[in-house]
């Protein structure tokens, strides 16, 4: 019999939700097999069999988040095992050791590999049984929750994580201040009252909606880089106008089968261009060092239901605007089907936020750690601009870079955005 634990599938993660079981328990898997959907910090994704045999035990519910390194299932040779029943309401109540606390001496003996492993169930007032998972249970025990008292929102009613979170926040809200009672005597005259207030609450024709384990992270992230990073603006206007006569030209002699290749491709492929010449922005800082990457990898910023995420092209300087488009598009294909990998959004170096499709005139958007900067791109309109004394029709963008102060400043940034904008307005530099 052996442990199927929740694996560390990115760099930042700490722990992870069955979102979906793919495999239930009494299935027969293989080497590779998929069992469930895991949602980390950054996307959905599979957690795999590293072993053949039978899926014996489930001890994680759908749900329900537990930290790296714990017991998810149990995957061994012969028949599934069976869950154990609960106990009656007066059974004794189960410690963290899966041990009764206080056994009758001629109870029988439990496993404590499988026991010690399995959601709590734990007796608490009149509600008789009471599950819980191991991670609730633990934080309910170090603030003296009473989980009698709370009400399970996991599968079957199982009190989970968020449930005891939810009693925690209710307890850090200040009670109202009681009224003297009549006995008291006040050192200074009492004052004029205000009428009470309505305690804060849901107007009925609103709905709350619950975020997602990624929403979550993803707030928590994007509040954390504000909070640590210092974080400054440079802008800069592009004229795209060849940019786009090329775009025009190079997708025509792709034919119909071919890539195309879409102008979030050229500004990828300038800004690998522009990192190369300057190597101060394709860094990040550690302590009191700054960290050089050898390597470009630029992260495209890609909008999914689930919030936002942000997949690596790697060295991506070395590589031609038909390939960028080939990786981008199958990266945004497995973003949309929730499909990827940990390999597909580490290790980026800089990240790219394009919202010139949704008809954005200017934006900034929030570094994504540990890197330096990320370049926030608007909608290309046409103006007037004045060509030779006279006023002449041109696309213009506008983008602007939003840079790490502790290791970047504005003079090099400004520099930076200068050369991107150099390598757009003479576009068939990209292609070389």
């Excluded at 590779?32 to 980390?40: F, K, N, R």
């Excluded at 633990?138 to 709370?150: F, K, N, T, W, Y």
Aim: with cysteine; net charge negative.
């Amino acid at each position: 019999m052996s442990e199927v634990t929740m694996p560390r599938l990115s760099d930042t993660m700490e722990e992870g939700t069955i979102a979906r079981w793919l495999k239930k328990t009494g299935d027969e898997v293989k080497k590779g097999d998929v069992l469930a959907e895991i949602e980390t910090d950054k996307a959905t994704m599979d957690l795999e069999a590293y072993e053949a045999g039978t899926l014996q035990q489930i001890l994680v519910q759908e749900g329900e988040t537990v930290p790296i390194g714990q017991a998810v299932a149990l995957i061994g040779t012969g028949a599934a095992v069976q869950q154990a029943a609960e106990p009656a309401p007066d059974a004794a109540r189960i410690g963290a050791d899966g041990a009764s606390a206080s056994p009758a001496e001629n109870a029988p003996k439990v496993e404590t590999s499988t026991q010690s492993i399995k959601p709590a169930v734990i007796t608490g007032g009149e509600r008789g049984a009471i599950k819980a998972s191991p991670l609730a249970r633990r934080i309910a025990e170090e603030h003296s929750i009473d989980l009698g008292q709370v009400q399970g929102t996991g599968p079957g009613g199982r009190i989970v994580r968020d449930d005891i979170e939810d009693v925690l926040e209710q307890r850090a809200t200040p009670p109202a201040t009681a009224a003297p009672t009549p006995t008291s005597k006040p050192e200074v005259p009492p004052q004029a009252v205000p009428a009470p207030t309505a305690p804060l609450s849901a107007p009925p024709e609103t709905e709350v909606v619950k975020l997602s384990r990624v929403q979550m992270l993803i707030a928590r992230r994007l509040t954390e880089s504000k909070q640590t990073i210092p974080h400054f603006y440079v802008s800069s206007e592009v004229d795209m106008t060849d940019a786009l006569a090329m775009r025009q030209t190079f997708n025509a002699s792709a034919g119909e089968d071919g890539v195309k290749v879409t102008v979030n491709d050229l500004i990828v492929k300038a800004c690998a261009l522009a990192l190369e010449k300057f190597p101060e922005v394709n860094s990040t800082i550690k302590d009191d060092q700054r960290i050089q990457y050898k390597h470009i990898n630029i992260g495209i910023a890609i909008d999914v239901p689930s919030g936002l995420v942000v997949p690596v092209i790697r060295d991506t300087n070395i590589k031609g605007v038909r390939t960028i488009a080939r990786e981008t598009k199958d990266l945004i294909a497995k973003a949309r089907a929730n499909r990827l990998s940990t390999a597909d959004l580490e290790e980026g170096t800089f990240s790219v936020s394009n919202l010139g499709m949704m008809d954005a005139s200017n934006f900034i958007a929030v570094i994504n750690p540990p890197q330096a900067a990320i370049l926030a791109v608007a909608s290309t309109r046409k103006q007037f601009v004045p060509v030779d004394g006279q006023p002449v029709i041109r696309d213009l963008m506008s983008m602007t870079l939003s840079a790490d102060h502790r290791v970047l400043y504005g003079a090099a940034v400004a520099r930076f955005l200068q050369e991107i904008k150099r390598l757009l307005q003479n576009p068939y530099n990209l292609l070389g």
